[in-house]
């Protein structure tokens, strides 16, 4: 069974800084998905990015990276210049590739974000 | 926009009572998921759906039952609530093809159960 971990259960950044978030997960599929959501307080969880393991290249979104190491098993979020807005539940999750999957998610603990002014 | 909403925000019940958890979701998706959220343990699969009428058990569904009768709504069940049973439940839709199949969230109910 695949399970996705992460170590951080907080982190705290400064306004207009650098971040990073870790996940490591565990599998035996070689074709899978991964993403991370974000859970703002009291809101409606949203995707950020997602990466599909086939891909070398390392998904961007503005100010949203991930550093993917698909031999490691590692899916690190970078958040740069950050903003009071990531303030925020940050979760790591899984999907098995489709193809008759059923497009389910496993999640990972998550990370709650702190962003200083 | 997808839109995903959940009947409550917030809800108190007693132990024993039957409580109903009603999600609905606007864009015509196959998948329905709920899922339970609790502090340290993420997000768990209670029960997904990926038709009307189907069901399938996720990683936790003893104390649960759901129901699909509609597209649309997908409706999880507490027989019987127990104080274990107070958490965040989250209800969840997603396209059954496509590449990325993007799970879209309801804002979440709070359930207490006293």
């Known amino acids: 069974a695949q399970t996705v971990t992460q170590s951080q259960p907080e982190m705290s950044v400064q306004e207009a800084e650098t971040v990073t978030l870790s996940c490591t997960y565990d599998t035996s599929e070689s074709d899978y998905y991964l993403f991370w959501y974000k859970q703002p307080p009291s809101r409606q969880m949203i995707l950020v990015i997602r990466q599909e393991a086939y891909k070398q290249q390392n998904a961007t979104e503005n100010r949203f990276s991930v550093n993917f190491q698909k031999a490691a098993k590692s899916f690190s979020l970078k958040i740069s210049d950050s903003q009071l807005g990531d303030a925020a539940m940050y979760f790591c999750?899984?999907?098995?590739?489709?193809?008759?999957?059923?497009?389910?998610?496993?999640f990972g603990t998550g990370t709650l974000l702190a962003v200083q002014p | 926009d997808v839109k995903v909403t959940q009947s409550s925000r917030y809800l108190v019940k007693r132990t024993g009572e039957k409580v109903f958890l009603e999600c609905v979701q606007d864009?015509?998706?196959?998948?329905m998921f709920w899922y339970r959220q609790d502090p340290g343990l993420g997000l768990r699969l209670i029960y997904f759906?990926?038709?009307?009428?189907?069901?399938e058990k996720g990683d936790i569904p003893e104390g649960y039952s759901v129901s699909r009768e509609k597209k649309e709504r997908f409706s999880l069940i507490l027989e019987s609530a127990s104080t274990n049973q107070t958490s965040m439940y989250l209800c969840?839709?997603?396209?059954?093809?496509?590449?990325?199949?993007?799970?879209?969230f309801g804002p979440g109910t709070r359930l207490t159960v006293l």
């Open positions: 759906s990926y038709d009307v009428k189907m069901k």
């Open positions: 999750a899984y999907r098995s590739a489709p193809s008759g999957a059923t497009n389910k998610l496993i």
């Open positions: 969840a839709s997603s396209l059954a093809s496509g590449t990325y199949n993007e799970q879209f």
């Open positions: 864009m015509d998706h196959e998948n």
